[in-house]
């Protein structure tokens, strides 16, 4: 079995060539979001039309490295033409996914009709990011490379896996604030339906950074490999590194502000009893469960984050937690969320907040 030989690759995975990040795109300087046609789900209905298109803002830190991407959603409509649901179904990078995710929540659609009334249904929307209009130009965010000639036989493959969904990489808190920087490389092992069986971080230069590389990698979705024409294992490694620098370890421009303001100790950030209401999450994907996952093992853990004046999840960090696999997993997948907009007395403000978690 596969899974069995996995331990004894460490010393061979050291010297395999990870996920290239790509380099700065400095021939563009436009970066234009393109909404794709809208695929009803259901047949007998009128196509549906935007009422306010989304907007969209192209992430820069994607766009300064010249990181082109297609974010597929899922969107059920109501009857009123708002969006209720959101399910993400591929997406090449996080930030690009957190860009479709909170445009098209805003947006507005003429609901499809049956027998002339309005019903609520599930429709497919292709969100295309280039750096240039009209052009497929660009690089993507990740590459896969070929299978390492250092591999058994059962691991190589002809077909490198594809990227469905890249999750987050979480910064650890405590090291994010003192100003820490280093890497941490790990590796996983993909079956041949696409789900990831085992990871384990091979090196790292602190402890919370191996954590962090190795709930990430775990919480990304492919589609499988091949090998002779046949859906096969793979197994592929990446090391990620945590600094400024670093186009997926980079601070928003509301992080910087939130540390920034927490460091200088006068901060305008408010309590859950503050709020003129609990921000209700309008984007909330579960964490994801190692396959074979022992559920009398109740692991729970409780997670601290902060929400910006987008209500987007920042600064996420883990308060208490009785497994570090399923606490960084559930950090991992909370740094995705996305919230109704904190407010007090109606003007939106900056929160912070604390989540429970039980895995059962």
Known sequence: ??????????????TIEGWAEVIPNTTSTESLPDVGVIQTLS?????????KRPKITYPKNLSDFGNRGKVLL????????????????????????????????GALFEPEK????????????PIEFSVSAGLSNGVDP?????????????LQYDVAPQIRIAAPLVYPYE??????TGKAKVYVVIDPDGNVRQANVLSASEPSFGLAAKASLQSWKFYPAKKDGKHS???????????QFNRDTSNSHSTTQILADLERGKTKIYELKDLDSVPKPLYAPHPEMPIGYDKSQKSKVMLEFYLDQDG???????????????????????????????????????????????FD
């Not at 590459?143 to 059962?154: E, F, H, Q, V, Y």
């Not at 294992?233 to 600094?243: A, M, R, Y």
């Open 175 to 180: 090291l994010l604030k003192s100003k820490t």
């Open 312 to 358: 987007m999840v920042i600064l996420p960090k883990i308060v208490s937690g009785n497994n570090d696999e399923f606490s960084w997993l559930a950090l991992t997948a909370v740094k995705r969320w996305q919230f109704d907009i904190p407010k007090v007395n109606g003007k939106a403000v900056v929160a912070r907040l604390r989540l429970p978690i039980q």
């Open 142 to 154: 990740f590459r896969i490379p070929a299978a390492s000639k250092n591999l058994p036989a059962d």
């Open 43 to 51: 047949t007998n209905n009128t196509p549906i039309k935007y009422i």
């Open 74 to 105: 899922k969107v059920l409509i109501t009857e009123t033409g708002r969006v209720s649901e959101v399910e993400v179904l591929d997406s090449p990078h996080p930030d690009l996914e957190r860009a479709a995710v909170q445009a098209v929540m």
């Open 114 to 125: 049956i027998n002339g009334k309005p019903q609520s249904g599930f429709v497919k929307i």
């Open 1 to 14: 079995m596969v899974i069995k030989r996995i331990y004894l690759l460490g010393l061979l995975l050291l």
């Open 233 to 243: 294992w793979s197994v592929i490694t990446k090391e990620q590194n945590f600094n």
